[in-house]
């Protein structure tokens, strides 16, 4: 265009626009440092600027720095504040925006907890919201989301999520984690039954953070299962340091009781909180009868009973209990009367309830109480005909104590030579094994059914071995002993080899989290199962978990050599149980509704030459 064809904008009036910052000048490089402008331009670049910054906003993101070719007013702002100290800062050592500052004491953390710093699979899901938590964090200094998202995957049973959410606490963002960070990484290790990374992280912490009476409730909740010494001597450590427990923390300390059937300790504990002023509630009552029942301790259970009934609190779990404690220890005439009351009660307790939880959780907890009810009129039904047999033979009420039944065996004992199941039994009939026998349905109806045989029922838990000697006494099997203790320790230091016929595993438990190795059927217990089978009999096992099946199933190919299937056409499992297979609480589970997979193996022992 020729130079006398320019036409020059006339603008009224003229005005300078400031130079634009370098955020601004690089999202836009085609506008003008400088430059004249009407007002309908003048807006539109106003437009864009304000949807710049509410990006920005939103996305979290810092607003731009202010560049050396800002306007005066802004200069005088700069001078105006206070610049922070730089006086033992080096002009050449300046940081990187993107470096991440680890905390002074990162080698002490990794020395005391070495599992924290291991990396864990993660779902790609988990991956991308433990990226934007980390964002956040930074952003809004807080990690209180954090503490949600370990809290949330530890309840799924996800530790190895909970874990990486806890190390990028400590390590990558170097913030000292808060109590409710403990608490939650805490009840994750606990629930996922990795009581010495919890007991680690307590160790290190404790002295570190104030903690309350909810992390040692987390803590008492792992240490009570197997523990309870333990979980008694931290009671004391709480009084020191002036944190008063709870009701749900006492609560959660007489359900280990009950589990260990100790009933020395469920004593103390309502001496406390009788001291303490916490009064006890259903539950708490529940626990310290269960408990004393299992010790075969009427006296203490009465005293507690009658305490209850002054209260005006009907329970049908503790009807029952005390009348199956009467009546084991020949009291039939308060048996009875427990009995009616137990019948009375059973079907009628209020339903807690659970309007703020969700549709699942409704109807696991609807699913539970039905089959709670179900195996107390079971109980009930077996007490009964019991008391009435007694009325008809006419014959003195016997007295049976669990601790001195020579068909009872606890470990370990002091006696460590292996047991001679001929002699225990006074026959030499072929002896079949459960293990993992839980409550006994399936072991004590199989005993019943099967005469000719011997049967042994291996369980971990002391008031689970009580409730299947319980139904062996009331319904008079003779064919049956029960051994309490790990089951790997109890095959390989007290059984013989090649002593039983046949070896059942019921729904075993299975790997409580992702990352663990710790389960029943593990090589070594899958060894000691070789050793004490006879040559050529079987291995039956149950499972409802499909995970499981596959763990199990490689387990066994890793002694392919050793184990053949027999099930038709020598597949490695099968869907479902064989018919009269026999029935157990996980049977009538399915049966009620919950319609999972049932998953059956059958393997013969094989000897290899």
């Known amino acids: 265009m020729a130079k006398g064809n320019w036409k020059r904008m006339e603008v009224s009036p003229k005005k300078t626009v400031k130079k634009r910052s370098s955020v601004e000048l690089e999202s836009d490089e085609k506008e003008e440092q400088v430059a004249e402008i009407d007002p309908e331009e003048k807006h539109r670049r106003k ?28 200069d005088d702002q700069q001078e105006n504040e206070v610049k922070p100290s730089t006086k033992s800062q080096s002009p050449k050592a300046k940081p990187s925006k993107k470096q991440k500052v680890a905390p ?79 608490t939650a990484v805490i009840n994750s290790c606990v629930r996922c039954g990795e009581q010495t990374w919890a007991q680690s992280i307590f160790d290190y912490y404790k ?45 959660t300390l007489l359900r280990g009781c009950v589990r260990n ?35 075969q301790e009427m006296g203490n259970a009465w005293e507690v009973f009658n305490k209850m009934q002054e209260q005006d609190l009907d329970s049908p779990v503790v009807f029952t209990e005390m009348a199956m404690g009467c ?39 609807e699913l539970w109480t039905q089959l709670r009810d179900g195996e107390l009129k079971s109980d009930l039904q077996r007490l009964r005909l019991y008391l009435k047999n007694l009325r008809e033979s006419e014959q003195e009420a016997p007295m049976h104590a669990m601790e001195a039944s020579p068909r009872v065996i606890f470990f370990p004992r002091e006696d460590e030579g292996r047991l001679s199941l001929p002699e225990i039994f006074d026959n030499k009939k072929p002896v079949r094994l459960e293990i993992a026998s839980g409550t006994g349905d399936w072991v004590v109806q199989k005993a019943i059914d099967n005469p000719d045989f011997n049967w042994v029922a291996l369980e971990l838990r002391k008031d689970r071995v009580f409730q299947i000697w319980t139904k062996m006494v009331l319904q008079g099997v003779d064919n049956l002993l029960i051994l309490g203790g790990s089951a790997e320790d109890i095959l390989q230091n007290s059984i013989k080899g090649k002593a039983f016929e046949h070896v059942y ?94 998953f059956y193996i059958r393997r013969k022992k094989v000897i290899v030459e």
């Open 207 to 251: 002295d570190k953070i104030s903690f309350n009476e909810v992390v040692y409730t987390v803590m008492f909740k792992g240490l009570a299962e197997s523990h309870l010494d333990e979980a008694v001597a931290m009671l004391a450590e709480m009084k020191e340091k002036d944190i008063h427990p709870n009701l749900r923390t006492f609560n």
């Open 261 to 295: 059937g100790n009933i020395a300790i469920a004593d103390q504990i309502f001496k406390i909180m009788a001291e303490q002023d916490i009064a006890p509630d259903i539950s708490s009552y529940e626990y310290y009868i269960k408990s004393a029942c299992i010790a």
């Open 47 to 74: 437009m864009a600027k304000n949807k710049r910054r509410k990006e920005r906003k939103k996305l979290g993101l810092a607003p731009p720095k202010v560049s050396q070719g800002s306007n005066k007013k802004k």
């Open 104 to 182: 002074e004491d990162l080698n002490e953390r990794q020395l005391a907890l070495p599992f924290v710093f291991k990396k864990y699979p993660m779902t790609p899901t988990a991956t991308k919201e433990l990226a934007k938590l980390g964002f956040i964090a930074k952003q809004h200094k807080c990690i209180d989301k954090f503490n949600k998202f370990i809290s949330e995957h530890g309840s799924k049973k996800e530790l190895g999520i909970a874990l990486n959410a806890f190390r990028k606490i400590i390590a990558s963002i170097g913030w000292k984690p808060t109590e409710y960070t403990i």
């Open 327 to 365: 009546a084991l220890l020949g009291d039939t005439e308060n048996a009875q009367k427990l009995l009616h009351s137990a019948f009375a009660t059973t079907g009628k307790q209020e339903v807690k309830k659970m309007s703020d939880r969700s549709n699942h959780a409704r109807e696991s907890l």
């Open 505 to 598: 595993v019921n729904y075993p438990e299975p790997p409580v989290w992702e990352g663990s190795r710790r389960h029943l059927l593990s090589q070594g217990c899958l060894n000691q199962l070789h050793r004490v089978l006879r040559t050529d009999k079987e291995l039956s096992i149950v499972t409802d978990n499909h995970t499981y099946l596959n763990q199990i199933e490689g387990e066994f190919i890793e002694q392919e050599k050793r184990w053949r299937s027999t099930l038709e056409n020598n597949v490695r499992f099968m869907l479902g149980v064989p018919e009269g297979y026999g029935s157990s609480y996980f049977d009538r589970l399915w049966k009620n509704g919950q319609k999972e997979d049932r």
